[in-house]
């Protein structure tokens, strides 16, 4: 734990001057709600809790936090999986929940304005109501906000047609540490005048600065979508039959697995009539015009068949086709249900790579006695290793599992591939972040760190700390 840094009086009566006296919570009942995010068993208590209305009111805060060396830290909604919204060194949470107007949406020039705190789905139905679509689509995308999407570089289950969340941000507005605004990027779609801080920004979980406005690009909506599932003897079948729908110039929508262990929870829970007896389950759906939907769902189900699918079943309507998502989305809630303690991991490899890789996690997960389940993204290598534990307070289970993900993560840098794929590296995955990056691109992390952010208030004990 960072050490902490109390919050004189002179500055809380200053940021209750900005924000408003009800908009600054200091009760320790009310300070508990901000000690942790999605992400179990890591926890900071901060010293208090603002929510600012506006960009200028966002950098005056900054600006005095940096004049007195207060940590800062930007939240969202608090969903991510990484405790990138933990205040380990205590200080200030900045919420971003009053900032949650969509603020335009323009067909001609396709794209979209968001304050930060609007969430995602608010923005994906805005729109929906003109024919347009936004793509990203996190599981959590009903609560998260598109500020959070952007700081994480959040994916989803459309990441492999359609590519995560820095592929549609165009524009930011951010407030600096030291009470600067600046306006990266902007309304189009073409733009390289200096370096590309959007993107820099896009994936920078906060440690740089307080994003308070996005510039989104949308698509037209696709014309009908749909869904299937294929089931297959062992994961090793359904990855060849991943490179066999890829090869058939087929790119699905969505391309998603479940390991036996994830089918077996999810069926329990959700008793979708799924069968258990399957040693994977692969979720694959198509949107855009109907005929070519038709056309790619026949290239998928004979690519399955050639690979030795048990069985292959598609929806017949809209209904259908979310009731086979929910198969996927329920994931994590039926997994949740083996235990009391739910720890929910990323990690990405190279596509060929796979199911060796979740081959290797059960290897993992019997070496160190915990129980981990698989599931993820198929068509762009993400797993989701999921440790299951009786209870937050068998100390040597949690030790155990620490170990387990430990080598999950090497495991994955060994194939070729990254500690996190979307989640974020937060507080949670940064002792692994070395191993990824190497020293000399940790130091460069840190220079452009100090570079934003001189006083080293933003989200201390997190990237470039």
Not at 182 to 202: E, F, H, N, P, Q
Not at 356 to 383: C, P, S
Request: a negative charge; charged letters at 20%.
């Amino acid at each position: 734990m960072l050490e902490r840094t109390r919050i004189p009086d002179p500055v809380l009566a200053e940021l209750q001057a900005i924000a408003g006296p009800e908009n600054l919570r200091l009760a320790d009942g009310e300070l508990a709600a901000y000690a942790r995010d999605a992400t179990p068993l890591i926890h900071g208590l901060p010293d208090a809790v603002v929510a600012p209305a506006d960009t200028g009111q966002v950098a005056r805060i900054l600006r005095l936090a940096t004049e007195h060396r207060i940590p800062v830290v930007p939240r969202g909604a608090g969903t991510n999986l990484c405790a990138g919204t933990v205040p380990l060194a205590g200080g200030i949470v900045l919420s971003t929940v009053r900032m949650n107007r969509i603020l335009e949406v323009a067909p001609q020039e396709m794209l979209a304005r968001a304050q930060t705190g609007a969430t995602t789905q608010a923005l994906g139905d805005a729109a929906a109501a003109h024919g347009l679509f936004y793509p990203p689509d996190p599981g959590s995308h009903t609560v998260s906000t598109i500020g959070g999407n952007v700081a994480t570089c959040a994916g989803g289950l459309h990441g492999l047609k359609y590519g995560v969340t820095r592929n549609y941000v165009l524009g930011l507005t951010v407030a600096l540490p030291t009470g600067e605004i600046i306006r990266t990027g902007g309304r189009l779609w073409k733009d390289v005048a200096g370096y590309d801080l959007t993107r820099l920004l896009t994936g920078s979980e906060g440690t740089l600065g307080v994003i308070t406005e996005v510039t989104v690009a949308l698509l037209p909506k696709p014309a009908t979508s749909r869904t299937g599932l294929a089931y297959f003897g062992s994961l090793a079948q359904a990855g060849q039959a991943v490179a066999s729908i890829l090869a058939a110039g087929v790119i699905p929508s969505t391309l998603e697995f479940l390991d036996r262990r994830c089918i077996d929870a999810v069926e329990q829970y959700a008793h979708l009539g799924l069968n258990p007896d399957a040693g994977a389950l692969l979720l694959f759906g198509d949107d855009g015009d109907a005929a070519m939907v038709a056309r790619s769902f026949e290239r998928i189900a004979a690519a399955c068949a050639d690979c030795g699918a048990i069985a292959v079943q598609t929806a017949g309507d809209a209904t259908e086709s979310e009731a086979l998502l929910t198969a996927r989305r329920c994931t994590l809630p039926a997994l949740s249900r083996l235990g009391s303690l739910t720890i929910l991991e990323d990690a990405s490899v190279p596509r060929p790579r796979l199911a060796e890789m979740v081959a290797r996690i059960g290897t993992i997960a019997a070496r160190h006695q915990v129980t981990i389940a698989t599931f993820g993204h198929a068509g762009d290598g993400n797993l989701h290793p999921t440790c299951v534990l009786e209870s937050a307070e068998d100390t040597d289970g949690l030790g155990r599992a620490e170990k387990a993900f430990a080598d999950v993560f090497r495991t994955a840098i060994e194939f070729g591939g990254t500690i996190t794929g979307e989640h974020g590296v937060g507080a949670a995955k940064l002792p692994y972040l070395g191993e990824r990056l190497g020293s000399e691109q940790l130091d460069l992390l840190r220079r452009i760190k100090t570079a934003f952010d001189p006083a080293g208030i933003l989200n201390p004990g997190k990237l470039g700390s």
